[in-house]
């Protein structure tokens, strides 16, 4: 499994590029478009575009055959094979430029936070979200609507079946792992402080840790258009980034993904840290999830930082998306009891 430690060099290699580019834009300021479409990077500089996600040109070979190694790539490519980098619109389900593995990390290969080793065993299980058994298939077309900002895969396919077949081999892997394979190399899990997360602070926080790959617009770093317009650091906000009916809009499970992960390659922040930024990144304009007052039909299992309404209690929906989360947590202990 060479690709992940080469594409964690190659990674590396390339913040120095970002810095660069960053400040280049900064001189830029002015120069309309550098916000929505995100900064870009000459294809000369671009010699980690093995590491990107995507190519226009990849898309053209399309299998025919649901291998896992397909699933693979679309976890990996997912613009370029299904995205909106797929000139035929027919295939364009997912609706930015994340790829499924922006954020399972190593296309899900490595044990901890949203790992997808664990996965295929879990399913199917009840969603609280739908209200009803839902099924891997049913949970992939979750993050197609959400975290993608797309539409459903037809459940049969090429596509879902192959992403469906490799998260079952990576299970197939996890089985025969030994406890300490399986343990993760993290930062000790994000423990929440007790206190409202304070969007301003965040912004330092962003500034000092994100800014130099995700951009002075939370909107990541692409190769130039000539190059395929690859994403090489994905955009956080914005309309290239995932909608606002996505787990990671929620300030704990931001939280717990960024102190686990971020920095990338080099994650140190504190809970406060990770805390606050989670708030700031979140705080931003991203795409709208159409009919999200229909999630979690039972309002009392809907997760506490869910950060849009209604709720089953009377907290201020800003308490909902800033916290302090625990008199809302005992709320609903109290109501079990
Ligand atoms: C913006 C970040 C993000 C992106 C991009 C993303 N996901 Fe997810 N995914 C999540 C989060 C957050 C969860 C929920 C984890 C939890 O429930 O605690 C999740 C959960 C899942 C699960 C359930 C995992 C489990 O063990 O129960 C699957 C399967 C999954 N994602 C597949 C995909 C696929 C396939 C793609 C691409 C088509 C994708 N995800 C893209 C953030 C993302
Ligand atoms: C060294 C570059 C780098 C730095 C610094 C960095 N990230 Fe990332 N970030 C990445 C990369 C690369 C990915 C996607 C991982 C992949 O594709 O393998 C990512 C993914 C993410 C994602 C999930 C995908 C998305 O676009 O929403 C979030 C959220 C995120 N980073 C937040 C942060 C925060 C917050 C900070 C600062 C504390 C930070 N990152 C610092 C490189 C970086």
Redesign the pocket.
Known sequence: MSSGKSRFTALLAITAAAAIVTACSNDAADQADAGATGNTMPAAESAAGTAAQTTASVANSHPTEATPEYGRR??RE?PALIGPNNPDPEMQY?GNQ???S???LND?KTPGT?S?L??SG??PRQSNRDGGIRD?RD??N???ER??NGRMLPRDSIEMIA?EAY?DDLGVQYAAMTEAERAPVEPPAFIEPDRAANVEAGRAVYEQHCFVCHGNDGGGLRVAESAGGAYVFPPLWGPD??NNG???TRTL?AAK?IKARMPFGQPILTDDQAYDVSAYINSHERPTKANRELDFPDKTLKPIDCPYPPYADDFPQEQHILGPFNPIREYYQNLKK
Do not use: D, E, K
């Open positions: 679309l976890l997912t997912s994340l790829a499924c922006s954020c399972h899900g949203l997808l664990p996965t879990r399913y891997l949970r992939i979750g993050c197609m975290s993608m992403m998260i980034s995932y996505a787990g990671m499970t993904f």
